[in-house]
């Protein structure tokens, strides 16, 4: 992933995954290019796709979707001034915007002329939306914090402004405040290069690191909804705009807590941590807190020697970022014990500015991508969460207390327990077609589908009395700490990049989007199988899982392939057995989220079909499931990450814009939002109907 190329034909170049070079540099530490962590002997789930389609491919998948969208067009709209136009169809946003959404029926909440793909420098959305730049990085969320100077950039000033690329997005309700609502985002990593002018990598400097450290984290900012539009504003210096970064002090809970495993120097305990890191994804509790998953946490650790590290991926020389020249806790011959202390699920309380964020160990350690419940009949929260690595698992945690209801201090200290205790469990998937129907070509099988069964294998119970292990040579303090090799040890199913993990609410169903693999088929890899059914599969899927009797905490469950991603003119590709001359192309899904109507929506990372990365949504039943449409691309360079689908509202955090080979503040790749002559920044947007009327009906 970070390995520097050249940029060769479109912006997301040749890089493996989609991704620039730039992107796997700073983001994941070239997870694709270091050796794969998981050596073990378990069942592979699939075959990466071989290649990316050609240009003229793409063209033609493109072409489907202007036909569909014929006298719609699509607008790209950017702050003033704008950051580049986006093709438009030539048709305006009145009657004949009106006239192509019912042309264009489909299933409800997805009633709307799909964007076709590009490459503008803008966030290009349907004819007849509109789109406003909600909050960018640097501006200033905490009082007394200052106006973004990008050329004078201080530690001090960067913990009281939005922090740096916006991933994982919530908007929580905030009674009392009419028309106000509550955002939440991560803030995943850094990229230096983009944020200082004349950056060294070789030798930063001690105050560049320091900025970093508060660009990472969390922000909490209170935002108001325009009355006449779907505009949305933050409002800054209110008394709930919170920061969280990489030196905030955490609670480590759970099993772990304590552990001779995660003790420090400057935690003797084992029960304090400071700051979280590369948080990607995540979720929103029923008891109205949010989780964040630490996901490429090893990148930032230097100088390790031990075999539990290496299948973490934890490099033995310098990090990217140089981090142990600063703080000696980032060099594990210095500090062992620090890096145990990252790659859990944070749980944090937005609505108490003075609570202590905390990280609850017995969800296990890993990279996690998201944590996204279901709650039991009696109240019980299951937690899904996926490991974004090539050959590595997914997990769900069925806690064993119950939610209680209200708002007084203490139900709300012991829903904030309720992570602590329960069981882990890793996924196994089995096949129900003859390994001879799986040819590779991504021909259907016999059957008619990708499909077959699958069980939850115990890894470890926690309860208030101790920790229980189900493996074998294995404590249940290393279950929760080498959730990795607890998973090896299991016989696991080895996945190609399991990222965002979401049940749906209107159906139950459990939808995993695997992004891609490009070491599956490679070598002694295996080949495709019926979980993956493409050899060379650079494209990615979407797994829908549905558990026995449709309850979460059972440990059987029925799979079936949803989405095989790709241009639809490949015959490899599938939708859920909609016709494939009608749905948008798509490459390498990564969030998904779901609207009031049950309907899937996917935002993607590294699109091999030479257009931009962007938000899409598909049916996920009736006559029309299947039918996939596209609702907008992002900037050049940029990720499309934390989609939120409310009725009248769609937002997205456009992570990494400018994320080119070769870009820096003196060559910016993309200008992005405020126009040439200014720092590139990720920011999150809102989109609303003109109309104003519901997204999609």
């Keep these: 992933m970070r390995k520097l190329l050249p940029l060769i034909g479109t912006p997301s170049g040749s890089h493996p995954g989609g991704r620039s070079a730039l992107t796997c540099r ?118 007394g914090a200052p106006a973004f100077d990008p050329e004078k950039q201080t530690a001090k000033a960067q913990a009281g402004q939005f922090g740096y690329n916006c991933d994982f997005l919530a908007l929580l309700p905030l009674p009392g405040e009419r028309g106000r609502q509550l955002l939440v985002a991560n803030h995943e990593y850094t990229d230096e290069v983009l944020m200082f002018r004349g950056y060294d990598a070789a030798h930063p400097t001690r105050e560049q690191v320091e900025v ?76 109205g807190t949010t989780l964040h998953g630490e996901e490429n946490f090893n990148q930032y650790f230097a100088g390790s020697s031990r075999a539990t590290d290496k299948r973490y991926g934890i490099g033995t020389g310098a990090s990217e970022r140089k981090w142990e020249r600063f703080d000696k806790r980032f060099d594990v011959a210095q500090e062992p014990n620090e890096v145990h202390r990252f790659g859990y699920v944070v749980e944090f309380d937005p609505y108490d500015p003075s609570s202590t964020p905390r990280k609850h160990t017995a969800l296990g350690r890993f990279k996690h991508e998201a944590a996204n419940i279901r709650m039991t009949a009696d109240g019980r929260p299951v937690v899904y969460t996926g490991d974004d690595e090539r050959f590595d698992y997914f997990y769900k945690f069925v806690g064993s207390k119950r939610m209680r209801h209200g708002s007084g201090r203490a139900v709300r200290e012991h829903n904030l327990s309720l992570l602590d205790e329960g069981t882990l469990y890793v996924a196994k998937l089995t096949g129900d077609s003859p390994a001879i129907e799986i040819d590779g070509t991504g021909k259907l099988p016999g059957d008619g589908e990708f499909d077959g069964s699958g069980e939850w294998i115990p890894l470890a119970t926690a309860t208030a009395e101790g920790a229980v292990s189900h493996v074998d040579g294995m404590s249940a303090e290393e279950v929760f700490v080498f959730t990795r090799v607890a998973g090896d040890k299991v016989g696991a199913t080895k996945m190609d990049r399991p990222e965002d993990i979401e049940p749906n609410p209107v159906t139950g169903k459990v939808y995993v989007a695997l992004t891609n693999n490009s070491n599956r088929g490679v070598g002694s890899n295996a080949k495709a199988d019926e979980a993956n059914p493409r050899n060379a599969n650079k494209h990615g899927h979407v797994l829908e899982l549905t558990e026995r009797w449709n309850r979460p905490e059972s440990t059987r469950f029925a799979w079936s392939l949803f989405l095989v991603a790709g241009d639809p003119d490949d015959p490899a590709t599938y939708f859920a057995g909609f016709p494939k001359d009608g749905v948008s192309p798509i490459s390498c899904p990564d969030n998904v989220a779901f609207d009031p109507y049950g309907n899937l929506w996917i935002s993607t990372d590294g699109s091999q079909l030479g257009s931009h990365d962007g938000l899409f949504g598909v049916a996920t039943r009736g006559e029309r499931r299947g039918e996939l449409k596209q609702f907008l691309t992002v900037p050049t360079g940029a990720e499309t990450c934390g989609p939120i689908i409310q009725d009248r509202r769609v937002l997205v955090a456009v992570q990494h814009p400018g994320e080119i080979d070769g870009a820096s503040v003196e060559k910016p790749a993309s200008s992005w939002p405020d126009g040439p002559g200014t720092y590139v920044r990720p920011a999150v947007v809102a989109v609303w109907r003109a109309d104003g009327c519901d997204i999609g009906v």
């Design 212 to 287: 970093a450290w508060a660009a990472h984290g969390l922000s909490a900012v209170v935002v108001e909804g325009d009355r006449k539009t779907g505009k949305l504003t933050a409002v800054p210096r209110h008394q709930l705009n919170r920061r969280v970064t990489a030196t905030t002090e955490f609670r480590l809970t759970g099993p772990v807590a304590g552990s001779e495993l995660v003790k420090t120097s400057a935690d003797p305990t084992g029960t304090k941590v400071l700051g979280t890191l590369n948080n990607c994804s995540g979720g929103v509790t029923p008891w």
């Design 26 to 143: 700073f983001r994941c530490g070239d997870a694709c290019f270091h050796e794969v962590p998981n050596t073990s002997s378990n069942e592979y789930v699939g075959d990466v796709i071989a290649g990316a389609l050609s240009r003229r491919s793409m063209m033609r998948a493109a072409a489907v979707v202007t036909v569909a969208a014929a006298g719609a067009g699509a607008v790209g709209v950017a702050q003033a001034p704008q950051a580049g136009a986006a093709p438009a169809g030539g048709a305006s946003a009145g009657a004949a915007a009106e006239a192509a959404r019912r042309k264009n029926k489909g299933a409800r909440g997805l009633r709307f002329a799909p964007v076709a793909p590009n490459t503008a420098d803008a966030v290009t959305v349907p004819e007849g939306y509109r789109q406003n730049v909600v909050i960018r990085w640097g501006e200033p969320i905490l009082r």
